[in-house]
């Protein structure tokens, strides 16, 4: 009897394995021609970024199979020919409208952005806009999907059957994101914009293209949600979704189920994902938490691993489903404007030394010891000042200062003549506190302590004598 049971046992588990193994043949031929590659996105909105030359250089040494540029820079797209690195271009916000009315424009942004680099440069994907739904309500939205007919168009007409065109959206294009069975689409944008796109999707079997940060959604709740769970880390908080019983162990699976609940919703139910951005800050400013170098090395080493799984790995909505991407972003980029982590998702510094090892190909499985300690995983508490950066160039400081004493109320009262900071009477100290005055009134209400390069956050007090300068508490 016991022999039997255990015969039984053998075989119902050669029979599991037997079924893991055909199901990930299966889904392996399906997925062969979306195989995952991680890619690295090149952002150029830095004055201090090494030549294209140079960057492709550094792309190969990462072992990236992908690239993605922000636009059709020509000197690029030149150093990619004959790579073997699959490209995605850019369509520019600005020409969304045009394209979306005038096929000969089209055509013609195709002939020379495109044509004229095909096929020596690998150019795969055209994406149009970036993020276009994040940004305020305008004509460019109902334009979007006009304008990606016309670049599908124009592409077949070319006969570059092979590109494939998308546009990538930020995870604001949810409403609800939690639980992720729950996932559905801004009811502003679901008719207008997203069925069509997905409509669009199907029709041409091109992707969903999705900026997926669990940094953000990490550092906007740290108390619930949990910073292994957040950086992908083995950990004992994962989560159950309460409909469908789903078992999450990191955040970046999490979100992503809930974009695919969100296009079934709406009847897409098969609609293939393609992560077009996701990383982790190395660094930020002073009231941002957990932006350091061990952790974005953490969390986009990981990344690597969990998509170069074999067997595929999936979600948990969607097992054994290839996951293509990006990893964001090649440098630090010095003139991104907005909070300080923006212009710190590089994997190196514009000088081309490495920010941590990384292996983009997923073969690197143990890496050398040796990351700085974290400092900032927790909430910094206390006082933080906004002043100017110390020799910046005196004529955009006058308009900074000009713009930060326009804004809020009362905000540069006292630097004016015979007001208790009017002295000492110099460029430098107004400016500092204008923008510490600004920031501290604005601040919730997204304000910055930035000024196109021009201030930067302190933990030491500026004020002087009976010139006391406002502060953000934390």
Not at 49 to 75: D, E, F, H, M, W
Not at 217 to 240: C, F, H, M, Q, R
Not at 393 to 409: I, K, P, V, W
Not at 438 to 447: I, M, V
Request: proline share 7%; aromatic share 12%; charged share 15%.
């Amino acid at each position: 009897m016991k022999q039997q049971q255990q015969q039984q046992k053998t075989h119902n588990k050669m029979g599991l394995i037997l079924l893991t193994h055909l199901l990930y043949l299966l889904f392996s031929l399906s997925s062969a021609e979306i195989a995952p590659k991680p890619g690295v996105c090149y952002g150029q909105l830095g004055n201090n970024l090494p030549q294209p030359s140079t960057s492709i250089k550094l792309i190969k040494s990462l072992k990236a199979g992908r690239v993605k540029i922000y636009n059709t820079n020509p000197k690029i797209l030149k150093q990619l020919k004959n790579t073997n690195i699959q490209v995605s271009v850019m369509v520019p916000n600005e020409l969304i409208t045009f394209i979306a009315n005038n096929q000969t424009l089209s055509n013609d942004w195709v002939r020379s952005n495109i044509l004229r680099f095909y096929p020596k440069t690998k150019i795969r994907y055209v994406l149009v806009g970036n993020e276009i739904l994040s940004l305020p309500d305008n004509v460019t939205w109902t334009n979007l999907v006009p304008a990606m007919r016309r670049i599908r168009r124009s592409l077949t007409f070319f006969k570059l059957k092979k590109v494939k065109v998308g546009t990538p959206l930020a995870m604001d294009c949810l409403e609800v994101s939690f639980p992720p069975s729950s996932g559905k689409f801004r009811l502003s944008v679901t008719d207008s914009v997203i069925k069509p796109l997905l409509q669009f999707v199907n029709r041409t079997k091109s992707f969903f293209f999705i900026d997926v940060y669990p940094y953000f959604t990490w550092a906007s709740d740290p108390v619930n949600i949990k910073l292994g769970y957040a950086l992908l880390e083995p950990n004992d908080s994962g989560y159950t979704d309460p409909v469908t019983g789903l078992m999450y162990t990191n955040l970046l699976e999490q979100m992503l189920d809930a974009v695919y609940f969100a296009m079934k919703r709406v009847g897409y139910p098969d609609i293939r994902l393609f992560i077009a951005e996701t990383g982790w800050p190395n660094g930020g400013d002073i009231d941002q938490i957990g932006a350091n170098i061990y952790n974005a090395a953490v969390y986009n080493r990981n990344v690597i691993k969990l998509l170069t799984q074999k067997p595929l790995r999936g979600t948990p909505y969607k097992p054994f489903v290839a996951l293509p991407s990006f990893i964001f972003s090649l440098y630090n980029e010095n003139e991104k404007p907005g909070l300080g982590t923006e212009r710190h998702f590089g994997l190196f510094y514009p000088n081309g030394s490495g920010i941590y090892p990384i292996d983009l190909s997923g073969k690197t499985l143990e890496y050398p010891k040796g990351l700085p300690v974290p400092t900032n995983n927790e909430p910094y508490k206390g006082k933080i000042w906004c002043v100017a950066v110390r020799g910046a160039n005196t004529t955009a400081l006058g308009g900074a200062l000009s713009y930060a004493c326009g804004q809020g109320n009362g905000t540069c009262g006292p630097i004016k003549p015979g007001g208790k900071c009017f002295k000492p009477d110099s460029l430098w100290w107004h400016a500092s506190y204008a923008f510490s005055s600004y920031w501290a009134q604005l601040r919730k209400s997204g304000a910055t302590c930035y000024f196109d390069g021009l201030a930067v956050q302190t933990t030491k007090n500026p004020s002087f004598g009976s010139c006391k300068f406002p502060s953000v508490t934390l």
